[in-house]
């Protein structure tokens, strides 16, 4: 079970850090995903770090303002979200990649979700 958490309102220019933490197993094998989805909008593709925490990757409207990271011992997945924009709004999702699949910005490639955490950033 994945859970997400951190998400909230802030200001434009604003900052805020999502926590994914899981409950009865590991992530540390896992590749991980953040997704989120605006209102009337698909999901899209956030950002991903490798199970081995040597690759991340991002979506070009999030380069140079988030990062992902992961703290094994905590088990926990962080993406952390500055200069936030309110194109930014959107219910943020956290995934897990049992497989290790390739193509890492994939919703397809993620077998677990979390609930999602809702990030409502005002003008």
């Known amino acids: 079970q994945l859970q997400a958490s951190g998400g909230g309102l802030v200001q434009a220019g604003g900052s805020l850090r999502l926590s994914c933490a899981a409950s009865?197993?590991?992530?540390?094998?896992?590749?991980m995903g953040w997704f989120r989805q605006a209102p009337g909008k698909e999901r899209a593709f956030v950002a991903a770090?490798?199970?081995?925490?040597?690759?991340?990757y991002y979506a070009d409207s999030v380069k140079g303002r988030f990062t992902i990271s992961r703290e094994y011992g905590k088990n926990t997945v962080y993406l952390q979200m500055n200069s936030l924009k309110p194109e930014d709004t959107a219910v943020y999702y956290c995934?897990?990649?049992?497989?290790?699949?390739?193509?890492?910005?994939?919703?397809?490639?993620?077998?677990?979700w979390g609930q999602g955490t809702l990030v409502t950033v005002s003008s």
């Open positions: 009865g197993r590991t992530l540390s094998s896992y590749n």
């Open positions: 995934a897990a990649d049992r497989e290790r699949s390739p193509d890492m910005k994939a919703p397809t490639s993620y077998e677990d």
């Open positions: 770090i490798r199970w081995s925490g040597g690759s991340r």
